[in-house]
């Protein structure tokens, strides 16, 4: 099985503008998570879809969103960035059986965003 | 906070010693994960022990878990210059998803 993709790898961007980062999960997974990582923060949970719905939000602004379509495939959205969103951003894709379920988390390899 | 914390936050070893990394938290708890992280990319499963295990094993790799606690151990046996690396532990409590902590980064020296 083809494992958990990310695009752009690596993506150069300005203050104020917009960025869309796109994961596909593996075939099978309904669950994908999103997380941004830097030095300082560590790793920090953005969202959760399953079957197209949010399941769960972490503690970030609106500017942060996403969103997930009918083939599991995920898209997360930062509009009006700042310099503190340079960052890594991961994407996790898990078989979830219910709603309920937190098993394995596939890791996507992550896009590297720079805010200039 | 649910957050799991990886004690110690740097270690380096040499090759063919074991590494033990410790992780604790303060919530009860569904599940525990390790995983490794190489430089700047994604992070990989390792091991997954349920709140009613208290060791499992994966090649030289043991994870213990000790509830009463709120603690759990990842041991690297026979560590190897491939084995450096950070090394998380992330925990599943109730319905929230992966707490990851801030991870335990593992050097071993040729």
């Known amino acids: 099985k083809a494992g958990v993709t990310q695009t752009p790898r690596y993506l150069i961007k300005t203050r104020g503008q917009q960025v869309t980062l796109s994961c596909s999960p593996i075939?099978?997974?309904?669950?994908v998570s999103w997380y941004q990582q830097t030095p300082g923060q560590g790793l920090q949970f953005l969202f959760e879809y399953f079957s197209e719905t949010q399941r769960n939000k972490g503690n970030f602004p609106g500017r942060f969103s996403g969103r997930q379509f009918s083939n599991s495939r995920s898209e997360m959205n930062v509009s009006t960035l700042e310099l503190g969103d340079s960052a890594l951003y991961l994407c996790a894709s898990s078989l979830a059986v219910n709603r309920g379920s937190y098993n394995e988390q596939f890791f996507g390899p992550g896009t590297r965003l720079t805010v200039l | 906070s649910q957050q799991g914390e990886e004690d110690p936050q740097a270690l380096s070893i040499q090759e063919g010693e074991n590494a033990t990394m410790n992780c604790s938290y303060k919530t009860s708890i569904n599940n525990l994960q390790w995983y490794r992280q190489n430089s700047g990319r994604g992070l990989v499963h390792l091991i997954l022990?349920?709140?009613?295990?208290r060791e499992k094993h994966s090649g030289r790799l043991r994870v213990t878990l000790d509830t009463s606690k709120k603690s759990s151990s990842l041991l690297i046996t026979a560590s190897r210059a491939a084995d450096t690396a950070s090394y998380f532990c992330a925990i599943i409590s109730g319905n929230t998803p992966l707490v990851f902590g801030k991870g335990t980064r593992l050097s071993v020296i040729a």
């Open positions: 022990i349920r709140s009613n295990e």
């Open positions: 075939s099978g997974h309904r669950s």
